[in-house]
């Protein structure tokens, strides 16, 4: 039964990197990151997708160079029980509904983290700017109330 709250571009994107998992016979890590939530922070819940993935018969790897040398993602090798497999329909829906959970709160904090990590932050040559800035915005304040003998004297009163 397909989740009708995803898009179904989604959907299809959910569906084009398993089966490009299953030709391959791997995922990378960048490859899920990608399909996810971009709030999505939780280990568990990222261990889980893994899981998920290689219930699928799909390895997960760091990146493509890896491939060769095999290194797994997670202690779980890919197993071959009939008992643990999944379809890829229940994959779609397990990934679509990550979608749905991680996009809608009603806590402010998480509403507020969820906002400041869209937020670049700062380097170097931005800081610079910025102070810049505020020290020209000193200057002209300090300009303004050179201009009014009052303010000379009140603010030497206060010091």
């Known amino acids: 039964m397909p989740n009708n709250n995803l898009s179904k571009s989604k959907q299809k994107e959910i569906k084009d990197l398993i089966e490009k998992g299953r030709e391959q016979g791997f995922l990378t890590i960048g490859e899920i990151n990608d399909l996810l939530p971009t709030n999505l922070y939780d280990a568990d819940q990222i261990d889980g997708i893994i899981k998920l993935i290689t219930d699928l018969k799909i390895k997960v790897v760091e990146s493509n160079k890896d491939v060769d040398t095999e290194v797994v993602i997670g202690d ?73 003998p009052e303010s000379i004297s009140f603010f030497s009163q206060v010091i």
């Open 76 to 148: 779980e090798e890919v197993s071959d029980d009939d008992d643990n497999e999944i379809t890829e329909q229940e994959a779609v829906e397990v990934l679509s509904n990550l979608d749905e959970e991680f996009g809608r709160t009603s806590d402010p904090v998480r509403m507020y983290m969820r906002e400041m990590g869209t937020v670049e932050l700062l380097n170097r040559a931005g800081e610079i700017v910025i102070a810049k800035k505020i020290e020209e915005g000193q200057k002209l304040i300090y300009t303004a109330i050179q201009r009014f």
